[in-house]
């Protein structure tokens, strides 16, 4: 396969890309120049941010996932290295305040929406991989459940299947299940999934 396009302008570490309803492209990483988080926003088409935001970071953190709730806010997940917990902040459309959403717990900074609303968490805590389920508007999981091998990033689609990259495979887990209905062996080392919008 060939890439349609490719941006490189004010690329730096890259951690995460998404894209909104709109097809702008957001992307965080980590500027290692002065060791900030950063988001750049693509608007659709372009090879130059049209803005670049600094993100609140907490020592020793890094951008860990990305995903837009059903108002179009962008959430994004802050892995704290060492210390096996997540920030999660919240960007409103048009704003360039990141609000942090308090949640109690979270287990690291790969995130994933469901169409429900429920916000998961993902990280590696010292007995292994897991994964927190808030609900909508919730900053104490319902629930939380082990996964095999450390948490690269998530994703889940309209029907609400959670599925879970890990750095050899992928785990798929139907809603509300606690052990996965399919594993996807990959070869090499995975760096992040998603889902086509076509199907």
Same mark, same amino acid.
């Given at each position: @396969?060939?890439?349609?396009?490719?941006?490189?302008?004010?690329? &730096?570490? &890259?951690?995460?890309?998404?894209?909104?309803?709109? *097809?702008?492209?957001?992307?965080?990483?980590?500027?290692?120049?002065? !060791?900030?988080?950063?988001?750049?926003?693509?608007?659709?088409?372009?090879?130059? %941010?049209?803005?670049?935001?600094? @993100?609140? *970071?907490?020592?020793?953190?890094?951008?860990?996932?990305?995903?837009?709730?059903?108002? !179009?806010?962008?959430?994004?997940?802050?892995?704290?290295?060492?210390?096996?917990? $997540?920030?999660?902040?919240?960007?409103?459309?048009? $704003? *360039?305040?990141?609000?942090?959403?308090?949640?109690?717990?979270?287990?690291?900074?790969?995130?994933?929406?469901? !169409?429900?609303?429920?916000?998961?968490?993902?990280?590696?805590?010292?007995d292994g991989g897991t994964v927190a389920v808030y609900p909508p508007n919730s900053q104490?999981?319902?629930?939380?459940?082990?996964?095999?091998?450390?948490?690269?990033?998530?994703?889940?689609?309209?029907?609400?299947?959670?599925?879970?990259?890990?750095?050899?495979?992928?785990?798929?887990?139907?809603?509300?299940?606690?052990? %996965?209905?399919?594993?996807?062996?990959? !070869?090499?080392?995975?760096?992040?999934?998603?889902? $086509? $919008?076509?199907?």
């Amino acid at each position: @396969m060939t890439p349609f396009r490719t941006i490189t302008d004010g690329i &730096v570490n &890259v951690d995460n890309v998404a894209a909104d309803s709109e *097809q702008d492209v957001y992307v965080a990483g980590i500027d290692t120049s002065n !060791g900030t988080s950063f988001l750049e926003i693509y608007p659709k088409g372009a090879l130059k %941010p049209s803005e670049t935001l600094t @993100m609140p *970071q907490t020592p020793l953190a890094a951008p860990g996932g990305l995903a837009f709730d059903g108002t !179009g806010a962008l959430l994004v997940g802050e892995g704290v290295f060492g210390r096996n917990v $997540s920030i999660v902040y919240r960007l409103a459309p048009g $704003s *360039q305040t990141f609000t942090n959403l308090g949640l109690h717990k979270a287990p690291g900074g790969a995130i994933a929406l469901d !169409g429900s609303g429920n916000l998961y968490v993902g990280g590696d805590l010292p007995d292994g991989g897991t994964v927190a389920v808030y609900p909508p508007n919730s900053q104490t999981a319902s629930r939380t459940f082990k996964v095999h091998g450390d948490v690269v990033a998530l994703t889940a689609d309209a029907s609400g299947d959670l599925y879970v990259a890990t750095p050899t495979s992928v785990e798929v887990y139907a809603p509300g299940a606690s052990k %996965p209905s399919t594993t996807l062996t990959i !070869g090499g080392n995975v760096g992040g999934v998603a889902l $086509s $919008s076509q199907r």
